[in-house]
């Protein structure tokens, strides 16, 4: 017990990252999902399929892989693009990420919002920027937020990742207090600090 307890300050530490990176991943994901998803519902074509491709690769390839490429293979095509602030790597990579799959969610929040809707504030004189700020988004804002809990529930969790590049959150201290203690009890706690901060997130969420 007394050893659980000697690590918990150091898990804490890990905590404070992973949090913070969750909630400006989700947030900044949350703010460019939204103009992706204006895009993809465009009749723009050139701006829908730009939109378009851009969910498809976020969507379709592994976060780490996007992880590594941003932190290791972008600076051998770009040395100019190097990011040395690991915290920074991972915000950046998370949160076009999160975009991507955001988007699709707002996407169909708006396209959910029955037509009569756009009817009447084309009536009232609306164009269409007035429309979508002032009538359709507000409306489509509370269908999302059970979408963007779990959003941010599996950012939570797939921000373990981001030990593979020496960040120090939670799975990294982790990692490091079970390789000098030799001692894997440190998984048991880690884990429940998971459970603690996810339940704290989705109580918050239904609220």
């Known amino acids: 017990l007394s050893k659980i307890t000697g690590w918990i300050p150091a898990l804490l530490g890990g905590a404070k990252i992973t949090i913070l990176l969750t909630l400006a991943a989700v947030s900044a994901g949350t703010v460019f999902g939204l103009f992706l998803a204006l895009g993809k519902i465009s009749k723009n074509k050139i701006i829908n399929k730009i939109s378009g491709a851009y969910i498809f690769f976020f969507r379709g390839t592994p976060l780490l892989m996007q992880l590594y490429f941003l932190y290791f ?19 950046i990579a998370f ?26 504030s084309k009536v009232l004189g609306m164009n269409y920027f007035q429309t979508m700020a002032l009538v359709v988004i507000p409306q489509s804002i509370r269908r999302l937020i059970p979408s963007i809990g779990n959003e941010f529930i599996m950012v939570l969790k797939d921000a373990s990742l981001v030990s ?5 959150d939670i799975t990294k201290i982790t990692r490091s207090i079970a ?26 969420f239904n609220k």
């Open 73 to 91: 293979g972008l600076p051998k095509l770009f040395p100019v693009l190097t990011l040395r602030n690991k915290f920074l790597a991972a915000f």
């Open 95 to 120: 949160g076009l990420n999160s975009a991507a799959y955001m988007a699709e969610y707002i996407r169909a929040a708006i396209q959910s919002i029955d037509k009569g809707q756009y009817e009447a």
């Open 164 to 168: 593979l590049i020496a960040l120090e």
């Open 179 to 204: 390789s000098s203690s030799g001692n894997e009890l440190v998984y048991l706690p880690a884990m429940v600090l998971y459970l603690i901060i996810t339940a704290v997130f989705s109580f918050a």
